[in-house]
């Protein structure tokens, strides 16, 4: 017989199988390198536009399986939640908390399309300069910095399986 404790217990949320790969993209992009040797800013805006970059790379690496389309979701939904529990630690009331959140994914969204670019493209220096230097162009060591691990991240997870990535704990290069 079926305990009424089993019974009423919720069920385990599916998102969280994402958990040790969402984990990993927030430590890719927190690497120390972007923001000693790539000079992206070391605040709350720069450090979520490294995640939103390494966010986008992965994502992109999942889109190419679309039979793992889910897990693309699951990894994006954990990326909500987990900027929605940020955006309150911060002292955001609930009454700004929904158009911030709005924000975020809506950046998040320009980045997919605007990462998309070619290595080494003037349309992917563009975008970077945009996004993590807030149109405020880095020195040209700074860029290459970030555009030379930009292409060595997307070479690194164009090699690893898309079943292996969305079952990883951390991400190709990332020590550990």
């Known amino acids: ?19 040790p790969l969402w984990q990993a993209v927030v430590a ?20 979520f536009d490294m995640v939103c ?15 793992q389309a889910a897990a693309g979701v699951q990894l994006t939904e954990l990326f909500v939640a987990d900027m ?7 002292g955001f009331g609930d009454m700004v908390v929904g158009k911030q959140i709005g924000r975020m994914v809506g950046a998040l969204g320009g980045r997919l399309g605007a990462y998309r670019a070619a290595d080494g493209s003037d ?37 690893m399986p898309v079943e292996t990535l969305i079952a990883a704990d951390r991400l190709p290069g990332q020590d550990g």
């Not at 069920?11 to 969280?16: G, K, L, N, Q, S």
């Not at 970059?53 to 690496?61: F, G, I, Q, T």
């Not at 929605?84 to 911060?90: E, S, T």
């Open 1 to 19: 017989m079926i305990s009424f404790r089993k019974l009423f217990r919720p069920a385990p949320d599916p998102r969280e199988v994402r958990r």
């Open 28 to 47: 890719a992009g927190r690497a120390p390198h972007w923001y000693r040797e790539g000079g992206v800013p070391d605040t709350l805006d720069g450090r």
């Open 53 to 67: 970059l390494v966010l986008s790379l992965v994502l992109h690496r999942i889109d190419d399986d679309p039979g």
């Open 84 to 90: 929605d529990g940020q955006i309150r630690q911060i």
């Open 123 to 159: 349309e992917l220096r563009q975008a970077l300069v945009r996004n993590l230097w807030r149109g405020s162009p880095p020195s040209d060591t700074a860029l290459d910095h970030v555009t030379t691990e930009i292409a060595r991240l997307r070479r690194a997870l164009a090699r």
